[in-house]
Structures are given as structure tokens and as C-alpha cells.
């Protein structure tokens, strides 16, 4: 398997591309940028002419955009801002749905919607909660705290660092996984809440986690330049993929869980066989550090975005 350029879309924003997520069942993806705003781009056109263009925005993210998702369902897409600010909106019309959520400064950085397996399930958010060192998930349309979930930190030069920078949420919704400043992992059962797994083999900051399709392990991107591959119900080490040359920021499993992306400082996005455990691919399109990688629910498109203000969108042959 390899990545082919599809387009690539210079000045999508007008300042540094941090965040982006496909929507379910759809050829559009959102992005949050430093310049304030969500855009909502689509594909069209045929397979030999392809055309990336951006449909809606949304303005008024105060200081920026730091993380953007969009639910299981393709129904609903929210983003948090620097001043910890989440609005959620519907995707059909792009209203905003309920209440602004309003966290303490700081107290919350990545988000992720828990899965929906039916229209009866609430609408929930699962949070990093930034400097209060915990994971939240947030009933969006009742404005209310759920759950809560504390990091556990166990040295003191750690108690230094405490601060969660990135959540995720298993597909089953059995797991939900935060980790921060101080590089430790921490695996939480949803249900009963009870830490089932940590991982403290990363030092560094660790910028984005992500679970396979099959809820069987999680990734992660981190500053010590390594990608760690974790078992999800314990929390031990299977493999750690070394290839950057700097920070990891981005990381996304592939749908049929046989390949995965990353993004990194280097300004390189990286295709590795989960398989053999070895980078298979660089490509090196964009001029500055890639902050996020995503892949389409289909899996025939990643995106990737970047500090450069472009929007690269590939096809997996």
C-alpha cells in the first residue's frame, strides 16, 4: 500500500492548521485553525479530475482551534478553542446545538465524541482536561459533567507536568484513554470507570492517542519521536515504531487496522504496516510541522494539515 497526492490546498486557512476529522458516511472533512475559524471542506468530481473545496465556516473560535471531531454518526461535529471553549454543531445546516461549554482556562485541550450505536444514545464529549490532569465526558445536550476520570501520576518529577493533552475513545465504547505533558498513558473501562491499563514508556509529552477499529489497541504520537503501540486492556507495550525526526504530533489507524499514519515536527507524514512494525512510506508535501492526519471512515483518503496552512488530501492504493 502507498499514498498518492490527491490535492493539496494551499492557504486553506490563514494561519496554522492544527486539527482535522473526516465525517461518517461523507466526502467532507472539518478543520480548526489558529486563524479562528472551522472550515468544512468536500470532494467531488470524477476519479481523474478530483476537487477539494471548502463548503461552510465557522467563525469565532476565540484564539483558535485546538481540536475538531466529528460523531460516529456524521451528524454532529464540535471543536474546542485555546480558551477552552466547545461548541458542538449539527452537521446538516451547521446550527449549533445546545450550550456553549464553557471549561476554566486551560482545563480542557482534545476531544473525541463517544460512539452512538443507536438514535437514542445521548450525545456525549469526551474531554482532555488539560491542567486539572483528568478525562470528562460531557452530556452536550443536558451541559453536564457524566463522568470523570483521573490521570494517575506516580513520580515527582512528573507532578511537574501534569497536564492532559489528548483523548480517545474506543470504537466499541468500552475504553476511554487520555495522556499528557508527563508521557504517561492511561487506559480507563467507560463503564465502571476503573483504570485497567497505564504505560509510562514514553518521557515526553504524548500529542494524540488513537484506538484500532477492532478496540484491541491504541497509538500513540509522541515528542521522544517514537509511535507506541499499546494493548488496550492492559496497557502493555506491543511495538514502538521509531522513523521520525522529530516530534510525532499526529497519529491515525487505518480503518481495516492493517496500516496507520503519522505526522510529525519533521514536516513528513509517514504510512506504517502494522503488519511488519516498518514505515513504508514518507512523503515529505508539506513545508512545515504536520499537527494531524485523518483517514476517511472508507479508508481511501488521509488528510493532513499543518503549520504551513495547507490541506493535503491522499488516496491509499
Not at 452537521?91 to 450505536?117: L, N, Q, T
Not at 515528542?223 to 525526526?245: K, Y
Not at 491515525?252 to 512494525?277: I, R
Not at 504536520?290 to 483518503?301: C, F, L, N, P, Q
Request: glycine fraction near 8%.
Amino acid at each position: 500500500m502507498r499514498l498518492q497526492l490527491v490535492q493539496k490546498v494551499e492557504n486553506a486557512h490563514e494561519d496554522s492548521i492544527w486539527t482535522v476529522s473526516w465525517v461518517p458516511g461523507k466526502k467532507q472533512f472539518v478543520t480548526g485553525s489558529v486563524d479562528e475559524n472551522v472550515n468544512i471542506w468536500e470532494e467531488s468530481g470524477s476519479a481523474e479530475e478530483v476537487a477539494i473545496s471548502q463548503v461552510h465556516t465557522l467563525s469565532g473560535v476565540s484564539l483558535g482551534a485546538v481540536s475538531v471531531c466529528v460523531d460516529s454518526t456524521g451528524q454532529h461535529g464540535a471543536v474546542n478553542s485555546l480558551d477552552s471553549k466547545i461548541n458542538v454543531w449539527s452537521m446538516d445546516g451547521y446550527s449549533i446545538v445546545g450550550d456553549m461549554i464553557k471549561m476554566g482556562p486551560s482545563e480542557c485541550w482534545d476531544i473525541a465524541f463517544m460512539p452512538k450505536r443507536s438514535e437514542s444514545d445521548p450525545l456525549v464529549l469526551a474531554m482532555a482536561g488539560g491542567s486539572t490532569n483528568c478525562l470528562r465526558l460531557w452530556n452536550v445536550l443536558e451541559n453536564k459533567e457524566v463522568a470523570t476520570f483521573e490521570i494517575p501520576s506516580d513520580t515527582e518529577k512528573k507532578r511537574r507536568e501534569l497536564f492532559t493533552l489528548s483523548v480517545a475513545v474506543s470504537p466499541d465504547g468500552k475504553y476511554i484513554a487520555g495522556a499528557g505533558m508527563d508521557g504517561i498513558i492511561a487506559i480507563f473501562e467507560v463503564e465502571s470507570g476503573k483504570l485497567v491499563g497505564k504505560s509510562e514508556d514514553h518521557s515526553k509529552p504524548v500529542r494524540k492517542l488513537a484506538f484500532s477499529p477492532d478496540s484491541k489497541y491504541i497509538v500513540s504520537a509522541c515528542d521522544d519521536m517514537h509511535v507506541g503501540i499499546f494493548e488496550a486492556a492492559t496497557g502493555n507495550t506491543i511495538q514502538v515504531l521509531s522513523g521520525h525526526e522529530s516530534w510525532v504530533l499526529g497519529v491515525a489507524v487505518h480503518p481495516d487496522g492493517k496500516v496507520l499514519a503519522t505526522g510529525g515536527s519533521d514536516g513528513k507524514v509517514k504510512l506504517w504496516d502494522l503488519d511488519d512494525n516498518k514505515c513504508i512510506q514518507t512523503v515529505s508535501e508539506h513545508t512545515d510541522q504536520v499537527w494531524g492526519v485523518a483517514w476517511s471512515d472508507d479508508g481511501k483518503r488521509l488528510a493532513s494539515v499543518s503549520d504551513d496552512r495547507s490541506i493535503i488530501v491522499y488516496a491509499l492504493l
